[in-house]
């Protein structure tokens, strides 16, 4: 967006959802219960972007006729297709990068998401992928114990000791979801995203993780300690690793957990087989207990596809979809065009929305293409805009 | 739609609107205050419907697969079009009978309702809008004494007589109101909607309003009051008028009222030229400050714009709009096609929404041309949604 704006004539505006950083409504009673969290919801936060445009419009000068596009990445880049669908009167346009607006009950296999995670480690090195899959028995073995407990402990230099075997549960889906992260940002430089990480952290990791299959359980997980490391402790400054997070920063992780617990119910699963992970089904009983007992409601596993449109969108129009070959979240992605106007645009090597990221003399050919063609209809739409007026 | 329906093989579903009817939320406690009104919005509405939409072709044997055409009149009519731009995947297409979807603020000129009311009158007989426009000074000479009153009372057969000069401003509301609703249902032929009344009403009603210039005070308002009959006696059974009520039958005058006080902002002013009315200017803040005294609410003039497009609807597809030349709400509705597939049909004998009532063999051509045009694009709706599916 920094690099296009002065070529667009634009002007960049970065609005804050609802409930996330410090918009929080009833300020630090927003989260106390699900009364005050009952107005986060994509449909207000939609609402207020549809406001927040046209006020600026009408108060900035030299705005007010001016056409506006969406751009988001992620589950901004689901509220940027959306609010093209729901206020075509307020953008003329939206790039929605890295969006899986498909990730919903029904639209996708549950699997898709871990088996995208599995194939960038498996091309990222020998047997990684192999590797990985074996540590999870490996950890259980070594867990049996107490002195395997702390071994494991002093191996990942984790803050917090392994105790008994819930804490070995837990720390095993901390690690899935260090893998899910890697994949999720598996930029050809070095950046700063969720973690500062090297250029292309996936092989890095993998370059501590492609043993032969005699390798002895603890081994394998001092491999697996390094690997994590590449993404917790690049910079050498960690002192220690906490479980209980995955990333720095906060990326309102609550406020995700919530409405992820109302409307953006997204099924995952996976099989051991055709990914690198313990076999574990969806299971939206489970699922909705949480929600339940976290914040005392339940999901409508229904609702985003009524709203939104699943699958058939194709009335709709103007709108990009991006997607990272790399980024486990295109599962869930638009990667067909659906019409001449509902684009999809697939970068081969890309992960989590990097066309969204600044310009980069190691970009790959293919992203460097993409923003070239996200721009083209930027034009296009911004001309029929000015046409239409 | 009765009509119709079996030459579609359609099934006819009427849905009830949140807050009206028997669909109370909150049971007798749903107008109670601010807080239970709450709900009470055209968002949750149209979501409502469809889920609802959703559920029955999901439960319904058969149903799985058939497209579904949203109809309505009036504000039914508003939310078939808004139905089909926010939920296009729900259903294929709207009929937007007599939907005033620009009869917002900033959209029309406020003073086209009155005007379509009193070109109404005009052509219906000899001086009747010019003889209307008199009877306001009329009743203010004749009221302004205790025996005017009386005799006012008296001759209006008025359930509670007028006693002072704030019952004669109420009574002339309550006549500009009749003859408003008189437009609305100018049907070619005998109907009940929102009273019992003979075809063609006006012309009945204007026949006692054909005076020269040269009439008294006395003789204009008997006239007036003949030509009010025709609309609240026509049967001969009523025994009295009450000036606080201008329709049989419940409409939910109430939650119409809190929407118009809360989203639904429909500007309407009178300068007794090109009307036949007292002039009267649209003041928002004093409609606003009867909100919040009434509900406790104010209203948000914007919103319905933001909300629903406005003018700018052209990107949404599917949507017949039509108007009745003789319906004062045709002010606010789309009377131009927006696009191949935005159509508009105006229906130049029609008043409100005449074309979703029952074939009748003094319907006028153009409101026949108007019905098979209608199905003509719903056929070519359902054969789109055979072929996408």
């Excluded at 995670?117 to 073995?141: L, P």
Aim: hydrophobic letters at 40%; charged letters at 20%.
């Amino acid at each position: 967006m920094w690099d296009i704006a002065e070529n667009l004539g634009a002007m960049l505006i970065f609005a804050e959802h609802r409930y996330y950083g410090e918009s929080l409504p009833f300020g630090q009673d927003s989260y106390s219960d699900s009364k005050h969290l009952n107005y986060l919801t994509s449909e207000q936060a939609l609402a207020d972007f549809a406001v927040l445009i046209r006020e600026l419009k009408s108060s900035i000068p030299g705005a007010r006729l001016s056409p506006v596009i969406a751009i988001g990445g992620s589950y901004g880049g689901m509220l940027s297709a959306w609010l093209r669908m729901k206020y075509p009167n307020v953008v003329v346009g939206a790039l929605a990068a890295s969006a899986p607006i498909w990730q919903f009950p029904g639209m996708v296999p549950c699997g898709d998401f871990y088996k995208i995670v599995t194939m960038d480690f498996a091309k990222s090195g020998f047997d990684c992928d192999v590797n990985i899959r074996r540590s999870w028995k490996a950890v259980d073995n070594i867990s049996s114990t107490a002195p395997g407990l702390q071994w494991l402990s002093e191996e990942f230099s984790l803050c917090a000791p392994l105790k008994n075997n819930q804490d070995s549960i837990g720390f095993k889906a901390w690690l899935q979801e260090s893998w899910v992260n890697l994949a999720m940002v598996d930029y050809p430089y070095q950046a700063s995203f969720l973690q500062p990480l090297p250029a292309w952290p996936i092989k890095a990791a993998c370059k501590h993780l492609s043993f032969s299959s005699a390798v002895s359980d603890y081994s394998l997980l001092r491999g697996v300690s390094e690997a994590v490391k590449v993404y917790y402790n690049f910079t050498g400054n960690t002192p220690c690793l906490n479980t209980s997070q995955t990333a720095t920063g906060s990326l309102g992780f609550l406020g995700w957990y919530y409405q992820a617990c109302t409307e953006m119910v997204m099924p995952m699963c996976t099989d051991g087989v055709q990914d690198m992970f313990e076999p574990q089904e969806w299971d939206f009983q489970a699922f909705s207990d949480e929600c339940h007992a976290l914040f005392g409601v339940r999901p409508r596993a229904d609702w985003a596809e009524t709203a939104y449109g699943g699958k058939d969108i194709r009335s709709h129009s103007n709108i990009i979809f991006s997607n990272g070959g790399l980024d486990p979240w295109s599962g869930g992605g638009v990667t067909r065009n659906m019409s001449d106007s509902l684009v999809a645009i697939v970068i081969p090597d890309g992960a989590h929305h990097l066309d969204l990221r600044y310009n980069n003399e190691r970009d790959p050919p293919s992203v460097r293409a993409a923003r070239a063609l996200e721009v083209k209809y930027f034009k296009e739409w911004i001309t029929e805009a000015a046409a239409a007026a």
